[in-house]
């Protein structure tokens, strides 16, 4: 379940948020199948790092629209 490192790992954060969700449910279950345990695991965790990624990004953004409307020059 490894991506290829030339496409992205979801195309938007709710994409990715919403996969997170479905790993998540999947993984609650009791029957579930721990020949996939650990190929689940390791995507929530790149899906988790795309998700940090997008919110860093979102927040630098954030920041620079903010100085430049506290400074008018």
Known sequence: MNQPTN???AS???EALA?????LARLE??????DVLAQQVQRAAALI??????????????ELVVAELADPT
Do not use: H, K, M
Not at 19 to 23: D, K, R, V
Not at 56 to 62: H, S, T
């Open 19 to 23: 996969e997170l969700e479905e790993i």
């Open 49 to 62: 790092t795309f998700c940090r990624d997008r919110i860093g990004n979102a927040r630098l953004q954030i």
């Open 12 to 14: 938007g954060y709710a």
């Open 7 to 9: 496409e992205p790992i």
């Open 29 to 34: 279950r009791s029957d579930v199948d721990v």
